[in-house]
């Protein structure tokens, strides 16, 4: 009896052969692409899913044998996201005709966010007469992965979904593409390819993360078993044929990893010869061609009209370029995100496409200082009366400010800015506040006065920060001004006042200490 195993990566095409006479049984391992991480903001983008995998031990093939052609297709990962105003999603992973995953959804073009990961295609194992389409009979289809959506200001990207909700877009079997964001927020994560392929996942309201995308199902020959995996962690990880990094689902940023197949075909063969007495088997067998000896890879001879194999060493395999691949997924059902507030009531977590982190809103609550970094945020002070409240945190709570420009302001100051300037900004800083609060809620025009002031050289401010930081490209003069006039001032009166204040404040300081913090 002779196993003969045959080994395939992806190459960007269909491997094609003749079913050898002769042959009894196939066993398939199968992997298939992977999604694509999503790009990274502020926040992280959502790692892509795994691709699926599918085994079957001694399938039977005598009703193909030496009768049809066999084809073997390998699911390639999905790119990933990226990050940027309008970023252009991940990549698809491809595969056979039709069964690619999708594309990953464009970032807003508003302000920088990531893009969502491109889903992974399908793995694939048909049968088919000559002249048929190689897809006339499909014995084995391992589901690619889902992509990851792209990250916002303020939540990560969704995960992408090992498991399938089946597009109800033509083809069915390709993978649907993440929808964009018409704002500022990430972009979401693209399905996978399978016999169903995945839906992509949607955008949301605001500088938030994309909705990650769902996998392509499978199909399993009967008696055969599947294993959709663990997040980014592929099924079948334990089996003696998998290969390090195949199937591995992106993480942020980062592609989806290559699907796998290996297949083994039993073919039962009798070449044996005779040496004192005693019968030996034929292990190779080689003729001599224009004097040059070349191996015989396989032999046959009909019985009663039936090729049956004598020898087979191996089973030649040719490449099919035209008969791969899809440039684009099918259109998203998902939903395009668009401007506003996030919604302040869903904290997502688990499988769905969903998994992004949330912060939960504050009500009659102040941002305080970070602590900690994307993707944990900012946190939020119970304390009214929690003095840590300044003026960007004010309008920000009051709308006239947007979340993400306040992190991106936070973050930049706990880095940048020197002890003595956070002295003197917080020692003046907060009954400025406190005023403008309260002629704010009292409706005078001083109060009006002073709160388009303050938006004015906050905001301004904050453009210049953002731009040093990469973000924008444009200077705001205004807000250089602001920045030279106002950290100068406030970091002379923290050298002034340091020996009297630094204890009232050494809380804060201890908080904002960048030595402190996990970037």
């Not at 992509?147 to 995960?159: I, L, M, P, V, Y």
């Not at 083809?171 to 500022?184: D, I, K, Q, R, V």
């Not at 080689?286 to 009209?305: D, R």
């Not at 973000?471 to 705001?476: G, L, N, P, R, S």
Request: contains cysteine; aromatic residues 8%; glycine residues 22%.
């Amino acid at each position: 009896m002779s196993t003969v195993t045959k080994t395939f990566t992806y190459e960007g095409g269909v491997r094609l052969a003749e079913v050898p006479p002769g042959t009894t049984k196939l066993t398939m391992h199968l992997w298939a692409g992977a999604g694509g991480g999503g790009g990274n903001d502020v926040a992280e983008g959502g790692s892509g899913s795994a691709g699926h995998y599918v085994t079957k031990t001694d399938l039977d093939m005598t009703p193909y044998a030496g009768v049809k052609n066999i084809s073997v297709t390998v699911g390639g990962g999905g790119a990933s996201g990226t990050s940027g105003a309008g970023a252009e999603g991940g990549t698809n992973g491809k595969s056979i005709t039709n069964f690619s995953g999708g594309t990953g959804g464009t970032s807003g073009g508003a302000g920088p966010s990531g893009s969502g990961g491109g889903g992974g295609g399908a793995t694939v194992v048909t049968v088919f007469d000559d002249g048929a389409a190689i897809t006339q009979t499909v014995l084995a289809v391992a589901g690619g992965g889902a992509g990851g959506g792209g990250g916002g200001g303020f939540t990560s990207g969704g995960t992408g979904a090992n498991t399938n909700t089946a597009t109800a877009r033509s083809p069915g079997t390709l993978g649907e593409n993440g929808a964009g964001h018409s704002a500022n927020g990430g972009g979401a994560g693209a399905g996978g390819g399978g016999t169903d392929g995945g839906t992509g996942g949607s955008g949301d309201q605001g500088d938030v993360g994309g909705y990650g995308g769902k996998s392509g199902s499978d199909t399993v020959p009967s008696s055969g078993s599947s294993d959709n995996g663990s997040g980014i962690t592929p099924g079948g990880a334990s089996s003696g044929y998998y290969s390090t990094g195949a199937a591995l689902g992106g993480t942020a940023q980062t592609n989806g990893g290559d699907g796998r197949a290996v297949l083994i075909f039993t073919i039962p063969s009798k070449a044996n010869y005779k040496v004192g007495g005693e019968w030996k088997g034929i292990n190779d067998i080689f003729n001599k061609v224009s004097g040059t000896w070349k191996e015989v890879v396989a032999g046959y001879y009909k019985v009663s009209g039936v090729w049956k194999a004598i020898y087979a060493t191996d089973i030649l395999f040719s490449i099919n370029y035209a008969a791969f691949g899809n440039n684009t997924g099918n259109p998203t059902s998902g939903t395009a995100g668009s401007a506003g507030q996030p919604d302040p009531t869903y904290r997502d977590s688990g499988d769905g496409g969903g998994g992004r982190i949330v912060p939960p809103r504050c009500k009659k609550m102040y941002w305080g200082p970070i602590t900690t970094i994307s993707p944990k945020g900012y946190q939020c002070k119970s304390n009214e009366n929690n003095n840590t409240r300044v003026i960007c945190t004010w309008l920000a709570n009051h709308g006239m400010m947007s979340d993400s420009d306040l992190l991106i302001d936070n973050i930049y100051s706990v880095k940048n800015i020197s002890e003595n300037t956070k002295l003197g900004y917080w020692f003046w800083a907060i009954p400025y506040v406190r005023l403008m609060d309260n002629q704010y809620k009292k409706q005078t025009k001083f109060g009006k006065y002073l709160v388009r002031f303050s938006k004015a050289l906050a905001q301004s401010r904050t453009n210049e920060i953002k731009r040093e930081m990469g973000y924008i490209q444009k200077h705001d003069y205004l807000g250089k001004i602001t920045r030279i006039i106002g950290e100068n001032l406030s970091m002379a009166l923290g050298f002034t006042l340091k020996p009297f204040i630094k204890q009232r404040f050494s809380k804060w300081l201890s908080e904002t200490d960048p030595r402190k913090m996990d970037w």
